[in-house]
Nanobody, 121 residues
Framework: QVQLVESGGGLVQAGGSLRLSCAAS????????IGWFRQAPGKEREFVAA????????YYADFVKGRFTISRDGPKNTVYLQMNSLNPEDTAVYYC??????????????WGQGTQVTVST
């Protein structure tokens, strides 16, 4: 069983930055993509960013390209999402996720509990 624990959410003003962390309990993620989804009130959960744990490839939703950066710390089993130039449309619960077969919501094998990000005007 894999556990994903997010942290780093909070309240920030528009234009500000936050860094989310996702600590994973499993030691081996070599076959997984680890990443982030988000869900705003009244909206469906959507993909934000992910990377291959084995390295080499990162994936981003178009609406975060140039603003968000995903990275990992292998020895700490932790994935980070650096979010810059935040705007109110980024307000959502952000979920860490692990998936072997693709980056669609239906393909996610493990979810974290979520962390709230609120961007004020």
């Amino acid at each position: 069983q894999v556990q994903l624990v997010e942290s780093g959410g909070g309240l920030v003003q528009a234009g500000g930055s936050l860094r989310l962390s996702c600590a994973a309990s499993a030691r081996t993620f070599s076959d997984y993509r680890i990443g982030w989804f988000r869900q705003a009130p009244g909206k469906e959960r959507e993909f934000v960013a992910a990377l291959r744990w084995s390295g080499g490839t990162s994936y981003y939703a178009d609406f975060v390209k140039g603003r968000f950066t995903i990275s990992r710390d292998g020895p700490k089993n932790t994935v980070y999402l650096q979010m810059n130039s935040l705007n109110p449309e980024d307000t959502a619960v952000y979920y860490c996720a692990a998936a072997i077969n693709g980056l669609a919501v239906r393909n996610v094998d493990y979810w974290g509990q979520g962390t709230q990000v609120t961007v004020s005007t």
